[in-house]
């Protein structure tokens, strides 16, 4: 059975700091592409960053590029997303995604996670 959880959403100030991990199971971990989306209310999902199966390379959206971290543990079956100097705007529901690459920046994402939500206080 596939699973793939997020934690460590919750309030926290614009200027503040929160590091989400999502732990995932039932299918070979380390050789996923990953990555973390975004949905804030009555918006569409947004890709927020992604690493692929080495942790080598990763990608981010322009909004949170130098701001957000995302990195993997492949060990541990676990991506991370440290997520800095926060904004309001950041204020969503976060979900992890582990998928594959079908051309260069080209991603079939195949399992999901429930999501935590971020609320970012102005």
């Known amino acids: 059975q596939v699973q793939l959880v997020e934690s460590g959403g919750g309030l926290v100030q614009a200027g503040g700091s929160l590091k989400l991990s999502c732990v995932a199971s039932?299918?070979?971990?380390?050789?996923?592409?990953l990555a973390w989306f975004r949905q804030a209310p009555g918006q569409e999902r947004e890709f927020v960053a992604t690493?692929?199966?080495?942790?080598?390379?990763?990608n981010y959206a322009d909004s949170v590029k130098g701001r957000f971290t995302i990195s993997r543990d492949n060990a541990k079956n676990t991506v991370s997303l440290q997520m800095n100097s926060l904004k309001p705007e950041d204020t969503a529901v976060y979900s992890c995604?582990?998928?594959?690459?079908?051309?260069?920046?080209?991603?079939?994402?195949?399992?999901w996670g429930q999501g935590t939500q971020v609320t970012v206080s102005s």
């Open positions: 995604a582990a998928g594959r690459v079908r051309a260069p920046q080209i991603y079939e994402w195949d399992y």
């Open positions: 039932g299918f070979t971990f380390r050789t996923r592409a």
């Open positions: 690493i692929d199966w080495s942790g080598l390379r990763t």
